[in-house]
């Protein structure tokens, strides 16, 4: 585990450079100050870069909120979400016979956003859903509304979809906010039939390996601040990894590393 003032300096070992959003490129509402600045410098450098997101959205509109916060339209030639991963396995048929979700979002409409072009249907009644979805969550402490849909679908022994395995997600200011996968890994924990989508689990990595076409994964370097999700993910698929630690952890000690997952590199923020 090597500590390093600017990923510049490491940059020229891969032949891609994988970013998480929240956390490392972001806070969810602004772009943190030096990573415009640095994904400027590595685009000019011909870095060929991707983004990987524990979003229940699909690629475009993340595509879209990092644009929006001033980063360059050509910078990231793939952006991959679990919403989007999520997506195409629908499409596909990979997911079997379900067509009748039961949806939990962050905001009404972000399910018929997400599903235009799907040969599906959402449904308000939980008992009759073929399978519920939980895309995301409106920012909360607690989400009692949320679980008690759940806790009655556990109830019904309901399949439940988890397109955000992240169990919490930073906002400005230092403040964090709980995700999807907090609610799904509860819901697994009681018994329940999960099927996450996202980091760390290996489909996603493997994803952005085929459309990025990085077919060595030695030469892919994974960026972000989540141990669990980012870190322990680009492990298992034998990708190296940088650590940012301004993110989740920002006021954590060295012992954050005593048991887990190391880190190839570990910075303090992205620069």
């Not at 003032?5 to 070992?13: E, G, M, N, P, T």
């Not at 972000?224 to 989740?248: K, Q, T």
Request: hydrophobic letters at 40%; charged letters at 20%; aromatic letters at 8%.
């Amino acid at each position: 585990m090597q500590r390093i003032d600017s990923i510049l300096s490491v940059a020229d070992r891969y032949d891609t450079i994988v970013f998480d959003q929240w956390g490392v490129l972001h806070n969810g509402t602004s772009a943190y100050p030096q990573a415009i600045a640095t994904i400027t410098a590595l685009r000019d450098q011909g870095v060929r870069m991707a983004v990987l997101s524990n979003s229940g959205k699909r690629a475009a509109p993340n595509r879209d909120r990092i644009t929006g916060m001033g980063f360059r339209a050509d910078a990231f030639g793939t952006v991959m979400t679990s919403g989007e991963a999520l997506y195409q396995d629908i499409a596909a048929n990979r997911l079997g016979d379900a067509r009748a979700f039961y949806p939990i979002t962050a905001k009404h409409a972000d399910a018929q956003v997400w599903a235009d072009g799907l040969n599906i249907e959402f449904t308000d009644d939980v008992q009759t859903c073929d399978a519920v979805l939980l895309m995301g969550l409106p920012d909360a402490q607690e989400h009692v509304a949320e679980q008690n849909v759940l806790d009655a679908a556990l109830a019904a022994g309901k399949h439940l979809i988890c397109s955000n395995p992240d169990r919490a997600s930073p906002r400005a200011n230092g403040q964090t906010v709980q995700s999807p996968g907090a609610l799904a890994h509860t819901y697994a924990a009681k018994g329940g039939n999960v099927t996450f989508y996202g980091k760390p689990h290996p489909a996603i990595f493997n994803a952005v390996a085929r459309v990025t076409g990085s077919s060595n994964p030695a030469k892919v370097l994974m960026v972000g601040d989540s141990l669990e999700h980012d870190i322990a993910g680009a492990d298992a698929v034998g990708w190296d990894s940088l650590f940012v630690r301004g993110g989740l952890h920002a006021d954590a000690t060295d012992t954050l590393f005593a048991n887990g997952t190391k880190p190839t590199f570990v910075i303090s923020e992205l620069k």
